[in-house]
């Protein structure tokens, strides 16, 4: 049996029909069990991370757990991920997978990174068997940050980040719940790009010019704080730009291709797979 909690959302989901599809029997754990897929031989339960009490029943008798980030702010979210940890810990679970963040560390520019560092060292303590894939930024996630003229401005200045596709750290993540190899691995796309790189590289899909253009951490301050009244998630949109910029994603690794046996998708590839995530960028202003 495996557990998948976050089954609701993309990554998980996506993972869960994975290994659905190859017969494995799962367990789906979600806040809400009404939005989890439904799938032969599987079993859905309603789990939180942020109640205890509900992940008992959740991780008992699971042979390999995926551990998927938690929604809220840095800080609580990390304390939101012991609770799961300590939960598969009292249930002995053979193998925990843990989604991280490629470039997480006590001191990085992205918030969510830091989080994930703490995440990750709460993990150990657990003393559990486990896999950590340190995910590079989804490359999707820089669909929603143009604006209606297609500018995508941030302080990413000429950083390049090895981007990921959302499908290729599922089938990655599928691979590692059945392998169980251990240790902590950067999951990454195949080439590191900049975010002018990105927006060139997205035009000739969307059928419009996109541009990116740079501006400092505080003129970015300055603007999201006129459209985000909390200051954290000003400091998370602002952060994601600061580590593009420091060089935190820039390395590529190999670990899509050994666990998977095939190469990770370029963008071009990703976006002509699922061209429905760029229906809101072909719109015009």
Same mark, same amino acid.
């Given at each position: ?80 991920? *012991? ?8 249930? !002995? %679970?053979?193998?925990? /997978?843990?989604?991280? =963040?490629?470039? @997480? +560390? ?116 300055? *603007? ?8 954290? !998630? %000003?400091?998370?949109? /602002?952060?994601?730009? =600061?580590?593009? @910029? +420091? ?39």
């Amino acid at each position: 049996m495996i557990l998948i909690t976050g089954a609701s959302g993309r990554v998980a989901r996506r993972t869960a029909e994975l290994l659905a599809r190859d017969g494995h029997k799962l367990r789906l754990m979600t806040r809400n069990p009404a939005r989890a897929p439904k799938l032969t031989e599987a079993e859905t339960v309603r789990g939180d991370f942020a109640e205890p009490a509900t992940l008992k029943d959740a991780f008992a008798g699971v042979s390999a757990a995926l551990v998927v980030s938690a929604s809220g702010e840095p800080g609580e979210r990390a304390r939101l991920h *012991r609770n799961a940890f300590q939960a598969a810990a009292h249930a !002995r %679970v053979g193998h925990v /997978v843990y989604l991280s =963040l490629q470039g @997480a +560390a006590p001191d990085s520019k992205y918030p969510f990174s830091r989080d994930h560092s703490l995440s990750e060292q709460f993990l150990f303590a657990a003393g559990l068997p486990c896999t950590v894939l340190r995910n590079a930024f989804y490359m999707d996630m820089f669909l929603e940050k143009f604006d209606t003229g297609g500018v995508i401005r941030g302080p990413a200045r000429q950083g390049r980040g090895a981007f990921v596709s959302r499908e290729d750290v599922a089938r990655t993540t599928a691979a590692v719940l059945l392998k169980q190899p251990g240790g902590t691995y950067d999951v990454t796309g195949p080439e590191a790009l900049s975010v002018a790189g990105i927006a060139g590289r997205l035009s000739p899909l969307v059928g419009r010019q996109l541009r990116y253009e740079d501006e400092s951490a505080d003129a970015a301050r300055d *603007r999201l704080s006129k459209l985000e009244p909390l200051a954290w !998630r %000003v400091d998370l949109s /602002v952060g994601w730009f =600061l580590a593009i @910029a +420091a060089g935190e994603l820039e390395r590529t690794s190999d670990a899509i291709l050994r666990f998977t046996g095939t190469p990770p998708l370029t963008l071009e590839d990703y976006f002509r797979a699922f061209p429905e995530l760029l229906r809101a960028l072909h719109r015009t202003p």
